[in-house]
């Protein structure tokens, strides 16, 4: 099995940065997809952005196009999201996530593991 933590979350001003990170242990990911998800107060949870562990492709949802980035260390069994320009809709736990499949796919019915999430509070 595939136990996943999250780190990195904590309160910043609107138009600060934030890099969250996924450490992975258990058994090996390098054909699986890693993603991030969102979960605000009352609402569902939300696909923000995703990488293929081998090949190094990522998909982003409009939401952090040209603001948010993802990456892994394989070295280290870690997947990073870099968050910049943080606006207030930004609050929320953010979660990270594998699915042993080949394509991104943005559903969270479709992942297969889970970490606990981490909390992002955007101020202003």
């Known amino acids: 099995q595939v136990q996943l933590v999250e780190s990195g979350g904590g309160v910043v001003q609107a138009g600060g940065s934030l890099r969250l990170s996924c450490a992975v242990s258990?058994?090996?990911?390098?054909?699986?997809?890693m993603g991030w998800f969102l979960q605000a107060p009352g609402k569902e949870r939300e696909f923000v952005t995703a990488?293929?562990?081998?090949?190094?492709?990522?998909y982003y949802a409009d939401s952090g196009k040209g603001r948010f980035t993802i990456s892994r260390d394989n070295a280290k069994n870690t997947v990073y999201l870099q968050m910049n320009s943080l606006k207030r809709d930004d609050t929320a736990v953010y979660y990270c996530?594998?699915?042993?499949?080949?394509?991104?796919?943005?559903?969270?019915?479709?992942?297969?593991?889970w970490g606990q999430g981490t909390q992002v509070t955007v101020s202003s």
């Open positions: 996530a594998a699915r042993r499949s080949w394509g991104f796919n943005t559903s969270p019915r479709s992942y297969d593991y």
């Open positions: 258990g058994r090996t990911i390098s054909e699986y997809n």
């Open positions: 990488i293929n562990w081998k090949s190094g492709g990522t």
